[in-house]
């Protein structure tokens, strides 16, 4: 004979907490799923939430925090529920707010939620701690996310791997992947509670790539795959801009590992970023054609999660703009405007360089020109300018039949002139000054080329090249090659004096006792 089962044991939630199958409890699953925030608020009242157990009030909180991204009010509700003696004083409603509070960047509010769970008599548990190290480690506080760590060990608190990868999250974007590369290698090695997994060895990527660190970058995807851990679409985009931005660039080891990780049984499922980056290490290390190819794959996928955006046709255009592929630019250009997909200023910035450097200066020339008179889509901004006074500084002399010499410098110098007049966000840069002094050189003009230099007060790099490169052609004499030097040098030491006087300044005070 079968034993029927109670109604208790018959419907329980995560943890064990039972689900109450009344009829205020299915419209309060129902309402945390697809309710409106006002539909959640009016339900959470006493009369209500008599018949509901505390999973369904947990749940309610938590769809105010995620769905509706309210958890100030979440947290209202929830001492408002206390004071009616609604079941919600457990440690699923106190961690569904302290998720949403450090979702929202309130680190105190939620500091001080997990520390009233003891006046309370909750015992917080790892995911309530897990919560507030994610919102410290959003703010790079990772000095108080060690700190929470230790107190978690301290009280006895299992600690897991999303609570070190939290650490390492706060490390990274407090510039200290070392010590986050340090702790990661521990987790390896087995001297902490838990092994990395592939959200803990991206996380120790995207740390490398932001402190500019690609070789160390590529190091821990090695790592990763020596400890048997499968690549995600996140680490094998961090991995792909680690590939490009390393000198020399490594596109055909990335697209190697893409081909490895992607075709074998169960493998990556790559997004759009993920090609992003694949294309855009290929195009810098000089595989136009393999770019190409990968864009032909992501169009030929027709998936929503794979399709092209602005990105990826700006990365192609990078592609065919390092190897001067002019007709394969503009082809990419009505390929965007096909897929719907609207140009903005880097696209116009990698089809001019792509002109210029496919022997079709003239033709960049007209389309800067109607981007300035309002013709196309945008304006010109810094980026655009940039790229075309380098190029045409590099025609310069360069015997091209395409556009006169002395057109292109007169552009240039006007060009600067009109950027030193708009002022705000066009104001020359130093790789406008660059530019501009890569042109005066390339049709020795040297004089001038100091001339500007010192007027302009270019760093020490760009003074340095046009002393050393005009006095060794004799095109300027030495008085004149070495003065913006010696201003530069002058700034250097009164700076270094003022410095001195103040700090003598500080230190007499203090022997005084003055504050």
Not at 59 to 69: D, E, Q, S, V, Y
Not at 302 to 325: H, K, Q, V, W
Request: with cysteine; hydrophobic share 40%; aromatic share 4%.
């Amino acid at each position: 004979m079968k034993v029927r089962k109670s109604d208790s044991s018959q419907h329980r939630g995560r943890g064990g907490v039972p689900f109450k199958n009344t009829k205020e409890a299915r419209l309060a699953k129902q309402l945390a799923k697809c309710g409106t925030l006002s539909e959640i608020e009016n339900l959470l009242t006493p009369m209500q939430t008599k018949d509901m157990s505390s999973k369904e009030l947990s749940f309610m909180l938590g769809a105010i925090c995620r769905r509706h991204g309210e958890p100030q009010r979440a947290l209202q509700a929830l001492r408002h529920l206390e004071s009616t003696g609604a079941p919600v004083r457990n440690v699923y409603s106190y961690t569904a707010v302290l998720s949403g509070l450090g979702r929202a960047g309130c680190i105190s509010q939620a500091q001080a939620l997990l520390a009233s769970m003891d006046d309370v008599g909750l015992e917080a548990d790892t995911a309530a701690h897990n919560a507030v190290l994610a919102a410290l480690a959003k703010e790079a506080r990772w000095q108080d996310a060690e700190a929470l760590t230790e107190q978690m060990r301290s009280r006895g608190v299992p600690r897991d791997v999303y609570t070190y990868t939290s650490i390492v999250h706060a490390l990274g974007r407090a510039g200290h992947w070392e010590r986050a590369r340090v702790l990661v290698r521990n987790m390896v090695r087995g001297r902490l509670e838990t092994r990395p997994n592939v959200v803990t060895f991206s996380a120790l990527m995207g740390a490398c790539l932001a402190c500019d660190e690609p070789a160390a970058a590529m190091a821990t995807f090695h790592d990763m795959e020596l400890c048997g851990v499968r690549p995600d679409a996140k680490a094998l985009t961090h991995f792909f801009t680690a590939c490009r931005a390393v000198d020399p660039p490594q596109g055909a080891r990335a697209l190697d590992i893409f081909r490895t990780q992607t075709e074998c049984r169960d493998g990556v499922q790559p997004v759009t970023s993920t090609y992003n980056a694949l294309i855009a290490a290929l195009g810098s290390a000089g595989l136009c054609d393999d770019a190409l190819a990968v864009l032909d794959e992501m169009e030929e996928a027709d998936m929503e999660e794979r399709s092209p955006n602005g990105i990826t046709y700006n990365a192609a255009l990078f592609a065919c703009a390092r190897a001067g592929r002019a007709s394969d630019a503009r082809l990419l250009c009505a390929r965007m405007d096909a897929a719907g997909v609207r140009r903005d200023a880097v696209t116009y910035a990698e089809l001019l360089r792509a002109l210029a450097r496919g022997g079709c200066l003239r033709e960049s020339l007209q389309i800067l020109d109607e981007l300035e008179q309002g013709v196309r889509e945008v304006r010109p901004n810094l980026v655009v300018y940039n790229v075309m006074l380098a190029e045409c500084a590099r025609s310069i002399g360069a015997s091209s039949d395409d556009v006169d010499d002395d057109d292109l410098l007169s552009f240039v110098d006007r060009t600067v002139s009109s950027m030193e007049s708009a002022g705000g966000d066009l104001s020359p840069d130093p790789f406008t000054r660059r530019a501009h002094l890569l042109a005066l050189e390339n049709a020795n003009e040297w004089r001038r080329a100091a001339e500007v230099s010192r007027s302009t007060g270019a760093d020490l790099d760009i003074l340095r090249g046009v002393v050393y490169r005009g006095v060794d052609a004799a095109r300027i004499t030495l008085p004149l090659a070495l003065e913006p030097l010696r201003t530069a040098a002058n700034a250097v030491v009164a700076s270094g004096r003022r410095a001195r006087e103040l700090g003598a300044r500080e230190l007499g005070a203090r022997q005084q006792g003055k504050p």
